[in-house]
């Protein structure tokens, strides 16, 4: 398995630009989550999916999409980069608890820079 | 919403010393405590969890505490080594929610060789 996948890895965008960040995982979990990770902070959550075609916001979503078509993918975009925006994402996924949690398993993150 | 709150914010250890690091939570119905351990340029890796009916849980160097009533628990890691560098994050939830971790917002731990 190759446990979660997120590409691209670097990517610098001009102010004003769009673009999707990718991420895919193939252990069949159900739960999908968008992170962002500043610097000194710890992980905010932007939108999670508890399955296809369910999604959700986090604390953090303005500025983002996400669409859920399959389990295995679940895409974040960007319409309008921002500075603040500037950031390293990170996609995790987890199978739902079923009488115990389950943990989430991350990717390696995608670094961001908006420009 | 719960809260996290992680100390300290940096820790250095000598070699072989031990290292504890806590986490506070505010939601006396969150459940699951997992840590992560964060490397450069790579995700987080869940290292070690313990669920609320457990008031410890030991995997070699690295032990977790719970206490439910002051609501705070504790990453311990005992001879450390220098591939024991990294950031760590500790986490709450309660898993028959909406299953949303909070995090804590990490400690980066030096090893002195």
């Known amino acids: 398995n190759a446990g979660v996948t997120q590409t691209p890895k670097f990517r610098i965008l001009k102010i004003g630009q769009s673009m999707t960040l990718q991420c895919a995982q193939d252990?069949?979990?159900?739960?999908m989550y968008w992170y962002r990770q500043d610097p000194g902070m710890g992980l905010k959550l932007i939108y999670y999916?508890?399955?296809?075609?369910?999604?959700d916001k986090g604390e953090v979503p303005n500025g983002y999409n996400v669409s859920r078509s399959t389990t295995e993918d679940f895409p974040l975009r960007l319409e309008l980069a921002a500075p603040s925006q500037t950031s390293v994402y990170f996609c995790?996924?987890?199978?739902?608890?079923?009488?115990?949690?389950?943990?989430?398993?991350f990717g390696d993150g995608t670094r961001l820079s908006i420009l | 919403g719960e809260n996290v709150e992680q100390h300290p914010s940096t820790l250095s250890v000598q070699e072989g010393d031990s290292a504890v690091i806590k986490c506070t939570y505010s939601?006396?119905?969150?459940?699951?405590f997992p840590w992560y351990k964060q490397e450069l340029g790579k995700g987080p890796q869940l290292i070690i969890d313990?669920?609320?009916?457990?008031g410890e849980k030991k995997d070699q160097r690295i032990a977790v505490t719970l206490n439910k009533t002051a609501k705070h628990f504790s990453l311990h890691i005992t001879e450390t080594q220098p591939e024991d560098s990294a950031v760590y994050f500790c986490?709450?939830?309660?898993?028959?929610?909406?299953?949303?971790?909070?995090f804590g917002t990490g400690t980066r731990l030096t090893i002195i060789p």
């Open positions: 939601d006396s119905a969150s459940n699951y």
């Open positions: 995790a996924s987890k199978l739902r608890g079923q009488g115990a949690a389950q943990p989430q398993h």
């Open positions: 313990i669920r609320s009916n457990v």
């Open positions: 986490a709450a939830i309660y898993n028959f929610g909406n299953e949303k971790l909070t």
């Open positions: 999916s508890v399955g296809a075609g369910i999604t």
């Open positions: 252990m069949n979990h159900n739960y």
